[in-house]
């Protein structure tokens, strides 16, 4: 089986949850890979929008009407989201630590591992 094949499969039987989980968790590996390393300013860029679109996901799963998530719940992501999106900016144009976004990936990581 090719390694693509392979990859559809356990795409295809994975729940939502397990899937965002494994999203925070690549995107959070590449945020703590720009604070430990200091790479390039384009890696920088690439790791920051890679979890900018990840929340920007959520945050239109979230404003979606057939959402079952609480509204309040769906509020909060979406308010997070746009914290993420702005802080990111400051990330990248001013050097503002990256600890705050890995924080906040790990405790949707945390959320998302409660069953």
């Keep these: 089986m090719s390694i693509k094949a392979y990859q559809r499969a356990a795409t295809q039987a ?3 949850r397990d899937l965002e989980y494994r999203a925070f968790g690549q995107a ?3 945020l ?3 604070k430990d ?3 390039a300013p384009a890696l920088v ?4 929008e890679s979890n900018r679109r990840l929340w ?3 945050s239109a799963d979230c404003s979606a009407p057939e959402n079952q998530l609480p509204m309040a719940l769906r509020g909060q992501i979406i308010s997070l989201a746009l914290w993420v999106s702005r802080y990111s900016s400051q990330v990248l144009r001013e050097g503002a630590d990256v600890e705050p976004l890995i924080d906040i990936n790990r405790t949707m990581m945390e959320g998302l591992a409660l069953r």
């Design 14 to 16: 994975e729940q939502p």
């Design 28 to 30: 959070t590996a590449a």
């Design 32 to 34: 703590l890979r720009i």
């Design 37 to 39: 390393e200091k790479p």
């Design 45 to 48: 860029a690439e790791a920051l």
């Design 56 to 58: 920007n996901l959520l």
